[in-house]
Structure formats: structure tokens, C-alpha cells
């Protein structure tokens, strides 16, 4: 007998090649029961790169109305917590886990996702958002693979790299906005506070740093308001045996101070 060739498996595939003749979505045949089959991300005008969302998969708007991601209610709730935390249009592209619409809008199979992960990756990889924003457990399960263990409560907040491409964005991970929709509403202070995370990366440290103490404890507090022009105020104090320190996103304050005044 001859040896058996492990076959080679492709990450990364040009995102033209989705069709009835590839292998893999001969496997899924979600194409033959959508309307717009194979669809491909959205990236707006100019986008600046520093966001790429990815949700769970189209749905009856996208599919059959708009032809592109995250318009229907789930999506236009979606951009109410992006003006609502500061965030531009054009900061913004939208993908999913898998490209075509799952029959009755049900949540894609692991099959399914592994199916459309190469393309989810090409986009990375391709257009290197400075940030992945993982919209569900779908969305997880398609990025980060095998690592998405556990519930999302568990990987929330948590630092993550991307395996199988050499592009490694930043990962935030937090609840799908269908998941409000469907009566969580106990998601959304958490979909909000996941967010405002790149805000965090803004704050600015006392110049004589952290007192020394045998006990130091940290309190961190986002300042929304739906009608703001200006993005979340990050506030962080620090409180230890004799002194309490405070840490904040300067900008961000003397902004909000003009808004007021």
C-alpha cells in the first residue's frame, strides 16, 4: 500500500473562490436556500482600519433587503452602542462567521463555521484591522477556533491571539446585540463596557505612579450618555493603605468639560 498524504488544509483562500463547485460549501449548502449566497463583508468608505466586526450570519434583511452585513434589527441596534460609546462610520467594517443565511435564521453549526473560517481569516489577515470585535459565540467559535472554550462570560475581557495567520489584531469578545433583542437585556451594560475597552488604552498614569501599600484595590467606571458627541470617559481610582490615586483619559475629561460649559 501506498503512504497516505495528509492532506493540506488552506487558511487563508481569496474570498472570490466561495462557489456551488468548492468543496467545503458543497459540504454546507447553505447557498441553495438563500437569496444572496456567499456574501462578503462591508467596509465603508475610507475606512481607517481600526475595526472589524463579526457577527453570527445574515439575516432576513441582509439576505434579502440590504445584500450586506449588519442592517437589520440586531444591526441597527448594534450602531445605537457604537454612537453611543464614540465611535465613527468609518472606523467601522462588518463580516460574519458564516456568509450565507442559515435556514430559519438558526444559529450556524460548528460545520458551518469551519466551513467559512477561511474567509473570516482572509479578511484579517488581508485588511489588518487594528481590532477583531467578536459579536457571539459564532463569532468566537469562527476567530479564535478550538481556543473559544467555555462560556462568553469566560472569555470576555481576556487577551487572545489569532492562530493560523501572522496578522495579530487586538480581540475583544462580548455578547451579539440579537442576544438584548431576545429579551437579555442584562447584556447590555456589558456590550457597552466591552467597547469602550480601546479607550483604556488612552489613560494616563499619575507621574509619581502607584503608592507603595500592603493593600492597593482598583475601581474602573465608564461615563456614557446616549446623546454625547464624545466618547466614554474611562475613570480609574486606585485606593491603598494612605492614598488614593487617580487615573483617567485626559482628553476624553477636558472634552466632556466643553460639553457641559
Known sequence: ????????????????????????????????????PFMKAYFPKGWTGKYLFVGEGPGKHEDEISYRPFTGDAGQLLVRYLRQTGFNKNQCAFSNAVRCRPIN???????????????????????KPEYVVLLGKSAAKSVLGKIAKGSLGLLRGRDFTIEGIKHKPKVIVTYHPA???????????????????????????????????????????????????VKPVVLTTAISD??????????????LKRYFE
Open 1 to 36: 500500500m501506498g503512504k497516505k498524504v495528509k492532506k493540506e488544509i488552506k487558511v487563508i483562500e481569496n474570498p472570490t473562490e466561495a462557489s456551488e463547485s468548492r468543496e467545503d460549501c458543497i459540504k454546507c449548502l447553505l447557498f441553495q436556500t438563500c437569496q444572496t
Open 105 to 127: 435564521n438558526a444559529t450556524p453549526t460548528t460545520a458551518q463555521i469551519k466551513a467559512c473560517r477561511p474567509f473570516i481569516l482572509w479578511e484579517i489577515e488581508h485588511y
Open 179 to 229: 442576544a438584548v433583542l431576545r429579551g437579555g437585556g442584562q447584556y447590555e451594560p456589558a456590550i457597552l463596557e466591552d467597547l469602550a475597552r480601546p479607550g483604556q488604552a488612552n489613560l494616563q498614569l499619575p507621574k509619581d505612579g502607584f503608592p507603595k501599600a500592603s493593600r492597593v484595590g482598583f475601581d474602573t467606571e465608564y461615563y456614557f450618555r446616549p446623546s454625547s458627541p
Open 242 to 255: 494612605s492614598k488614593t490615586v487617580k487615573v483617567y483619559d485626559k482628553e476624553e475629561l477636558i472634552k
